[in-house]
């Protein structure tokens, strides 16, 4: 097999571990005779590049933290009361059966209560909820 031939299939054999890695520095150079050499190990005068595959347009930007429990909560309190302030048809399996029902306005309501509260308490006085 050509040297060429052998360094695309080591390319493409690598590329799918390197589409799935998160953040992953790559580096770029080029060997003796002038082929692109790409890496993720750095050699001395490489070009580097940090790819990001779950969102391009992260790429070659800080990893961002992870986001604490709390900070997940207020998110997902912020979406649902989001929800309840929409006015969509709201649906859930309120029995078990495997099948959703529409909740009633009162519903609604007492649920929209409840996400309010939660905002209240997982985002702190900076995101209350306005009326």
């Given at each position: ?8 299939v ?17 580096y ?7 082929t692109?050499?790409?890496s ?17 347009a ?48 009162e ?25």
């Amino acid at each position: 097999m050509s040297r060429p031939a052998l360094l695309a299939v080591l390319v493409l054999s690598v590329a799918p571990g390197l589409l799935q890695a998160q953040g992953t520095a790559v580096y770029k150079s080029r060997n003796a005779d002038g082929t692109n050499v790409y890496s993720q190990v750095r050699v001395e005068g490489a070009e580097s590049r940090n790819i990001n595959a779950n969102d391009p347009a992260k790429a070659d930007a800080e990893p961002e933290a992870p986001k604490s429990e709390t900070q997940l909560a207020c998110e997902r309190a912020r979406q649902n009361l989001e929800a309840y302030d929409s006015g969509d048809r709201l649906q859930r399996d309120k029995d078990g059966d495997g099948v959703a029902e529409d909740l009633s306005a009162e519903e609604i309501a007492a649920e929209k209560g409840m996400a309010e509260q939660q905002v209240t308490l997982y985002c702190a006085a900076e995101a209350k909820p306005e009326a």
